[in-house]
């Protein structure tokens, strides 16, 4: 069943490697997205709990100048994937993958006992503090 999602993604890329181009560079996004959402939200917290973070024993080195590198890099890696005509292809998929994941997202979300489950998860964080 699994190597029959392959047919769609041999169409759109036209060949094994425009296939192998297009899953690489969305991986790649994927990847690049899920640590700017970690950044972004380091970011938060240190501008929302500033205390907190002063006596944290995790504290990131080089802190808020280091967050605003990698985002720079981050911007850096999706401009050097817009100059390659095959990497542009799969920079226009990106935002369909992230429509399908959100929607993906919103059916999960509503299955029976997830509200139950996650009201237990967040009750076993609440004594947690960093």
């Known amino acids: 069943m699994l190597l029959l999602t392959a047919i769609p993604l041999l169409y759109a890329g036209g060949s094994v490697v ?38 944290s024993n995790y504290q990131m080195p080089g802190g808020v100048m280091m967050c605003w590198a990698v985002l720079a890099f981050f911007v850096f890696v999706l401009w050097t994937l817009t100059t390659n005509t095959e990497t542009l292809v799969a920079l226009a998929w990106f935002p369909l993958w992230l429509m399908l994941l ?29």
Not at 26 to 52: C, E, G, N, T
Not at 102 to 127: D, H, I, M, N
């Open 18 to 55: 425009g296939t192998f181009t297009l899953i690489t560079t969305i991986s790649s996004l994927l990847f690049m997205f899920v640590w700017a959402m970690i950044i972004l939200s380091y970011l938060a917290y240190r501008r929302r709990h500033p205390q907190r973070h002063a006596t």
């Open 102 to 130: 959100a929607v993906g997202w919103l059916v999960v979300r509503r299955r029976p006992g997830r509200t139950e489950r996650s009201r237990r998860f967040q009750a076993k964080l609440e004594p947690v503090r960093c």
